[in-house]
């Protein structure tokens, strides 16, 4: 079934937040909460690095992938499930089809990172390359949706992946219970969304900030003119963010959301290799932009308690960006 | 108080061990033990890593330092601690002596890596470089000593440092009770060291295993031999590992060690970069070489539960050995 329209869905309420974390319990990790004293030290205030780069697939992407698939009716799911991803959804949804035994068909740019389609392939996933554009993409979902039968399973403007996605923030509150703050990266919206959802209902005196690089800002722009714009061709090492919100998610986060923070790409790099050296973990670009906006902006939260989802770990180890060259 | 002499140094026993362990529970981190399904998967083992890279200052030297530190009389440790080291003990021991509001003097041969000292510096450390020998080692620490006062703190050949590095296999053994092997590296030998003294004392059909980079096959030879034999120059990238055993930790691993298992440079950098990748987690060149060991052994593990330690994080960012240049 092959439908980009959103028109009769709905954004998750709490309880289906709830209700995901019940379903996936058994197939996800719950990761764990990481601190640096340095790090508080540096910032005067107390960071909680929730490490959805120790999710399975790498990413917080499989919580929402996991809740999609097991919500699926068997007739629905019986020929598969497509989606296109240029990069963590893609893997996340291969895997999660395992779990149904069922199959994924992946549509991805061609200009995809080479670890990211080859994490898609490990699972079994078929994938089927296509020109690095939206409309590029939306064609080759069709075209393989219509001749294999596959169920769509859109990366972030889908009911069950928001909600799946909510869980991690789920998590961290229930362990950290005096968050001041919580600060997600800002791509297609799934997380921020979902973690909204869970937190405002969990604790509504949370601020809820996304992070987005400068070079992809448009949740910054349709956050402040209150309608939907798109990302113009965005080129920001954070390549999980380059998506543009979908109808559901920026109704959530109008919703639910207290700020959307711009970070710049020198900001993602540096924000990037400081956690690598202080915590002693592998991020990707996308999960260095929200520690980005808080530690380039410590002063708004100084002596406060901010939780931050690290979204993933899959990095192209042959070229960090702070290396000139790669072989 | 200079003196390389052990003479009257003993091997400590499991009380030594039992006992750190409490006088660092409040100044350590309890690291955690991390797994991945892949890797047991295609390894058909069950592998448990037990991440010293988490550890404060990035490595399990802190562990020892503290112990020695923390073991001192106040008038012992008025006039600072000093040490001779290419690394993390350097580290471990500045940031040790703080606990004791007391200064620390490292010597460092010239060709130690930069983010090595820059970390005992910022720990407050005073820095002496020297040639890259053990002679030059030796005679910059002892002049070093003669003119402040400062006492000695030998970097695995001392009862107090190899007791304190016990307290991570302590650790593992109570948290995964069923380790059949657990592997370490071997540099100097205090972590093999106060390891198979700790997991024999707890579980006597441990089998202990060594793993040490062929370039620096000292422990190799010293184990096979029966005698203490020098490390000629070793140029191994695993440059926690380029030191001798000394007279204590030969006696110790003579008594209490099953094997020393050897391992190719391109093995090491494959285990590293896998480690990377699979777990997202920062480790060094010297934490490879027991995974090394174990993953190009597979055969030998089969079936079997190995905890292996992961000593340390510490990573010269810049310069990775699986990318060809560096700025």
Known sequence: MYTESTENQKIPRWDDVKQAADR???????????????????NESQLFFKCENFQKTGAFKYRGAVNSVLSLSKQHIKKGVATHSSGNHGAALASAALCRQTHAYIVMPENAAAVKITAAQNYGAQVIFCAPTLKARQDGLERIVQKTGAYFVHPYNNPAIIAGQGTAAMEMIKEINYLDYIVTPVGGGGLLSGTAIAAKHLRPDIKLIGAEPRLADDAFRSFHTGKLENACRPTTIADGLRTSLGSLTFSAINKYVDNIMLVSETEIIKAM????????????????????????????????????????????????PWTQSAP
């Open 24 to 42: 996936i319990k058994g197939y996800i990790h719950k990761t764990p909460i990481m601190t640096s004293q340095t790090l508080n030290r540096e």
């Open 273 to 320: 290799r400081m956690i690598w050296e202080r915590l002693k973990i592998l991020i990707e670009p996308s999960s260095a932009v929200p520690v980005a906006a808080v530690i380039f902006n410590s002063i708004r939260f100084k002596g406060l308690n901010i939780g931050i989802i690290l979204s993933g770990g899959n990095v192209q180890l042959d070229r960090l």
